[in-house]
C-alpha cells in the first residue's frame, strides 16, 4: 500500500506564492513519477505537472513559467512552488503517484487533495 499526504495548500491573494509538499510512504519503487493534479468547481481533474524518477519534468501550458515542480533527496517526496497565483489557479490540489503495478502496467496512487484559493 502506498500513501500520499499533502500540505501547504491555503489562502493567497492573486500574484502571491504557496509552495505544496506531498510525501509518500510504504510500497515505493525506485522508478516512478511523482506530480501533481488539480481539479476546479465544475471542472475535470488536470495535470500540473509531473517529475520522473529519471528527471524528467512536465508543465501544463497553463502553469509554465509560473509553477516549478521538484522532489526529495529521498525521491518519495514531491513538492510544487506556485508563484504568480492567479484566481483561476484555485482548485483543490492532488498528488498523485505512477509507479509499476502489481501485475505489469502501471498504479495510480493519489493523495486526499488540499485546497487552493487564490482571491483578494
Known amino acids: 500500500q502506498v500513501q500520499l499526504v499533502e500540505s501547504g495548500g491555503g489562502l493567497v491573494q492573486p500574484g502571491g506564492s504557496l509552495r505544496l509538499s506531498c510525501a509518500a510512504s510504504?510500497?515505493?519503487?525506485?522508478?516512478?513519477?511523482m506530480g501533481w493534479y488539480r481539479q476546479a468547481p465544475g471542472k475535470e481533474r488536470e495535470l500540473v505537472a509531473y517529475?520522473?524518477?529519471?528527471?524528467?519534468?512536465k508543465y501544463a501550458d497553463s502553469v509554465k513559467g509560473r509553477f516549478t515542480i521538484s522532489r526529495g533527496n529521498a525521491k518519495n517526496t514531491v513538492y510544487l512552488q506556485m508563484n504568480s497565483l492567479k484566481p483561476e489557479d484555485t482548485a483543490v490540489y492532488y498528488c498523485?503517484?505512477?509507479?509499476?503495478?502489481?501485475?505489469?502496467?502501471?498504479?495510480?496512487?493519489w493523495g486526499k487533495g488540499i485546497l487552493v484559493t487564490v482571491s483578494s
Open positions: 498523485n503517484l505512477l509507479q509499476p503495478g502489481p501485475m505489469g502496467g502501471g498504479m495510480d496512487y
Open positions: 510504504g510500497s515505493i519503487f525506485s522508478i516512478n513519477t
Open positions: 517529475f520522473t524518477s529519471g528527471g524528467t519534468t
